[in-house]
């Protein structure tokens, strides 16, 4: 009797427990999260409160009213810089919640930003870059940033141990301890081996809060609850409150540098996540949101239509392509790959997909990149006739009459195009190849799949897979190093396989070339070794379109991003929601 | 009864342990982890083998296993690699939105849909009861994802830009962004707004159905000896309606309400998709695209909490409605 009712009792604890009734513990609790959050947040709202009464807004004309960012995806990694793997996250980060130490202008040069000067040992053959740190630089809480949170998260980025992501910032320089020295609270030194563009990490890398995060072992930072749930940064942005899958609050920063421009204009900015793009272009056209990030060409209209809107568009720094599996017998020969791109017509799909907003690519070189070489632009273009020589030459023929070529062995020339679902702009390249390359021998059957799975397929060891259709978002600094290098071949994004010794020696060299002028003539080299060697048909660098209400003024949005100058946004006081509501009664 | 529900609860545990054990190894063994989804370039082998062990994902499945289950066992459903925040708190934080949304619209639903079932009942083959039968029938074979655009179209982006009514409904989200400076009642009136769209879009298909089960139902009742002795001995029609009829009438409409209940918490996709509400079913779709491995376990435990309590109650119900069903 006595086991049956204890059995009974564990039984209703273990239902209580798995129906997860019991939510404010469990892994929150081994985490340190209430104590975190609890520990930060009042730290955060005395200080925010405290410099608002310091510095009171005077010109209400400009300075106030919020502003609503939405987009389709959430921030997944939030403000943590450490887990970063997310073009939106790591935009926040740089220009909302945190600072880099530089920044750059409209014409991609590096400016002061956390760092108001810098100097570099020796220009041609640099080995140390010292930066000096504003010294008027608040963390939210009311600690200043100084030299030691720098040290502290080169330190942190630096170690193997905590996975950040983008890797390659540091082939060239020297990690961990050994390669950050803190001269003193406002000057830190680092060192590096002479490579091209040194600078460019420092423009992304946002400065982490050393005296919150200090002694959590590296490997847990990903999973701390700074990231989403209490972040403390010291941007011009101050976190409010994150809503998972929702919405992220921000307000302004009363205490941000005055050398810098001082407190935002606006009170509060809100990014919103609404994953259904009709929805999307719906809350834009009510006014429900002020941005919309990123709409699809076929809204443009709409949008173009709509008096209370404008479109904002520019290139920007990602392409769309198709990886090639030059590992398959028959995608090794460069001839076969070439006349896969010539048997295409990219100029028609630029016009016809993004509706002309688009730039036709020949490599990963963007446009308004320095090392772009603009006599390329036209290479390659649509000539089915060519193509169809080049499949000759290589031994392509169709000896059955099927339509479908074949090799001297009777192997057919056809393969799939793999893309994941939910991208339609993948899934009409993938059908238009199936149509065009079939006018030139060559059979190709699209193919569908979930994203984790096609990932899985095409980035592990069994490459499961003969062509990808893909997008890359690059940074300014362009390294094609993990994508091409032949001894990079089994890196997981190394699609295609390629091996080519000159190809190799231009990776090599080029991210060596410290000078621009001198790296020029080695990049023109380069891209038209790509148009030679096609491990990718490059399709076209899309250009970025926002949908954006009128209301808001002195928004600019290019090649460095969207959030680039939030800090300048208003909205004149007559058009804030606040004001709207009232008049409406 | 007691004895019966504690009878029902201790053998629930082995079916949502069984759920769930089935789970974490379908789950796990789907192509693809939750690093392979960080693409970067320069996201070298190394660096992804690293982010595996920091998340553990290194140990042999069924380490994972043990481990994951006795975390369980303590109530601790881990930490999600996405939202870099427990699982529980995750949750904690999503679920009263969908419960909020889908306790709504089933409350709507079944007032909506007995209402129309009993007038369409008592008024059989009159022209009011085929225009409700083809209203219901409109409704209950459109897609709900269809049906929520349109909503969206005609009462949110026509009503406020082309018609100008009084009265528009936002797209999309839960509350407005100035929300926090609302005072109490703006706040009622705010939520209240936001919902409207999505409820009704949720509880129109569902009352369709209600509808029509109600109807048939009560047109079966309706020719009861029992209903035809209460009109004989002269109770007022309504009464012989609402306390003899629809009271048997309603026992096939709690099982549609058992069977409702779980699929309210889990199979809101679209319509969290398409009014970007932030609930289970977007969290759930999203995790499995993420390999989120453990808020795809979490969820999935507490939806299948949500089936056994859904049926518990429409169980208890029938005792309710029907004094002859006894627990023993």
Redesign the interface.
């Known amino acids: 009797m006595m086991a049956t009712r204890a059995s009974?009792v564990l039984?209703?604890v273990?239902?209580v427990?798995?129906?997860?009734r019991?939510?404010?513990?469990?892994?929150?609790a081994?985490?340190g999260?209430e104590t975190f959050c609890a520990d930060v947040a009042p730290a955060v709202d005395a200080f925010v409160t405290r410099m608002e009464q310091e510095r009171p807004v005077t010109d209400s004309a400009r300075y106030g009213g919020?502003v609503?960012v939405a987009s389709i995806g959430d921030l997944?990694?939030?403000m943590?810089h450490f887990?970063s793997?997310n073009y939106s996250a790591s935009q926040n980060q740089q220009f909302v919640n945190l600072m880099p130490l530089i920044r750059y202008d409209a014409s991609i040069q590096p400016q002061p930003y956390l760092a108001e000067s810098w100097e570099v040992d020796d220009l041609t053959r640099p080995s140390t870059i010292t930066f000096h740190l504003r010294r008027d630089v608040y963390w939210h809480d009311g600690v200043r940033t100084d030299a030691n949170d720098v040290a502290f998260t080169y330190k942190v980025v630096t170690d193997?141990?905590?996975?950040?992501?983008?890797?390659?910032?540091w082939d060239h320089y020297v990690g961990g301890a050994a390669g950050v020295e803190v001269i003193d609270s406002f000057t830190v030194r680092v060192r590096l081996t002479p490579h091209a563009d040194y600078m460019d990490p420092w423009t992304s890398v946002s400065i982490m809060p050393r005296h919150l995060l200090e002694g959590v072992p590296v490997?847990?930072l990903?999973?701390?609850?700074y990231?989403?749930?209490c972040p403390v940064g010291n941007g011009p942005f101050v976190f409010v409150e994150h809503?998972?899958?929702?919405?992220w609050?921000f307000k302004a920063n009363p205490a941000f540098p005055t050398g810098l421009g001082g407190r935002p204009y606006l009170d509060?900015y809100?990014f919103?996540?609404?994953?259904?793009q009709?929805?999307?272009l719906?809350?834009l056209?009510?006014e429900?949101i002020d941005v919309y990030l990123g709409p699809r060409a076929d809204q443009v209209p709409e949008i173009i239509r709509s008096e209370a809107l404008d479109l904002l568009h520019s290139v920007f720094r990602s392409y769309t392509l198709v990886a090639w599996n030059a590992r398959r017998p028959q995608l090794a020969d460069a001839r076969v790959r070439r006349a896969m791109t010539l048997g295409i017509n990219r100029h028609e799909i630029v016009e016809a997909e993004l509706r002309g907003y688009g730039v036709v690519a020949n490599s990963g070189v963007p446009p308004f990149h320095w090392a772009y070489d603009p006599t390329l632009v036209d290479s390659l273009r649509y000539d089915p006739a060519e193509a169809r020589r080049l499949l000759e030459e290589a031994g392509w023929t169709d000896r059955n009459g099927d339509g479908v070529r074949e090799n001297t062995e009777g192997v057919p020339l056809e393969f799939t195009i793999k893309y994941n679902q939910g991208n339609r702009y993948r899934q009409d390249i993938a059908e238009i190849m199936q149509a065009q390359l079939d006018q030139i021998g060559v059979e190709v059957q699209p193919q569908v799949m979930?994203?984790?799975?096609m990932?899985?397929?095409i980035?592990?060891e069994e490459r499961d897979f003969d062509a990808t259709v893909f997008s890359?978002v690059t940074e300014f600094k362009l390294?094609?190093m993990?994508?091409f290098h032949s001894s990079r071949i089994?890196?997981?994004?190394a699609f295609s396989g390629t091996r080519n010794a000159q190809m190799d020696r231009l990776l090599d060299t080029l991210q060596l070339v410290v000078d621009r002028q001198a790296a020029i003539p080695l990049w023109k080299e380069y891209q038209l070794l790509l148009l030679q060697e096609q491990p990718y048909t490059y399709f076209y660098f899309p250009e970025r379109l926002d949908g954006i209400n009128k209301r808001v003024r002195g928004v600019t949005m290019d090649a460095r991003g969207e959030w680039v100058n939030i800090k300048d946004w208003w909205i004149p006081k007559e058009e804030r929601?606040?004001a709207q509501?009232a008049a409406a009664r | 009864m007691t004895r019966y529900l504690v009878r029902r609860t201790l053998l629930a545990i082995p079916l949502v342990l069984g759920i769930a054990t089935l789970l974490f190894f379908v789950i796990n063994l789907a192509p693809g982890d939750p690093t392979q989804l960080m693409i970067n370039p320069s996201m070298r082998a190394e660096v992804v083998a690293q982010m595996r062990a920091n998340f553990g994902l290194d140990q042999p499945l069924p380490v994972r296993y043990v481990k994951w289950l006795t975390a369980l066992v303590q109530g601790d459903l881990g930490y999600s690699y996405s939202y870099n925040q427990p699982v529980s708190q995750l949750i904690a934080q999503i679920l009263p939105n969908t419960l909020l949304l889908s306790g709504a619209a089933l409350a709507v639903a079944f007032v909506v849909g007995v209402l129309i079932g009993i007038v369409q009942a008592v008024r059989q083959y009159s022209l009011l009861d085929q225009a409700l039968s083809f209203v219901a029938l409109f409704f209950y074979s459109m897609p709900s994802f269809w049906l929520a655009l349109m909503m969206i179209l005609v009462f949110a982006l026509f009503a406020r830009n082309v018609w100008d009514w009084p009265i528009y409904f936002p797209p999309s989200g839960t509350r407005s962004v100035d929300f926090a400076q609302l005072g109490t009642w703006d706040q009622i009136v705010d939520r209240v707004r936001y919902m409207v769209l999505p409820v009704t879009s949720l509880a129109l298909v569902l009352a369709a159905g209600i509808a029509r089960y109600t109807r048939g139902s009560m047109l079966e009742v309706v020719r009861q000896d029992y209903v035809r002795t209460a009109r004989a001995k002269g109770l007022p029609e309504r009464t012989v309606i609402l306390k003899h009829a629809l009271r048997n009438a309603l026992i096939p409409v709690i099982t549609l309400l058992g069977l409702y209940l779980p699929v309210l918490f889990s199979g809101t996709v679209f319509i969290e998709y398409v009014f970007g509400w932030p609930g289970m079913g977007k969290t759930i779709v999203d995790a499995i695209s993420m390999r989120d491995y453990p808020v795809v376990m979490g969820t999935s435990v507490i939806f299948a909490c949500m089936v056994v309590v859904g049926n518990l109650i429409a169980d208890v119900l029938y005792a309710v409605v029907d004094p002859r069903i006894r627990y023993e």
């Open positions: 009974i039984g209703l273990v239902v427990a798995a129906c997860g019991d939510y404010a513990d469990g892994g929150a081994a985490m999260v919020t609503v997944p990694d939030g943590n887990a793997s193997p141990e905590t996975a950040y992501p983008n890797a390659a910032f490997s847990q990903k999973q701390h609850p990231g989403t749930q809503r998972p899958q929702e919405s609050t509060r809100v919103r996540v609404i994953p259904e009709t929805t999307l719906t809350d056209l009510t429900n979930e994203f984790g799975t990932i899985a397929q980035s592990g890359w390294d094609d993990d994508l089994d890196q997981p994004y929601r606040a509501r």
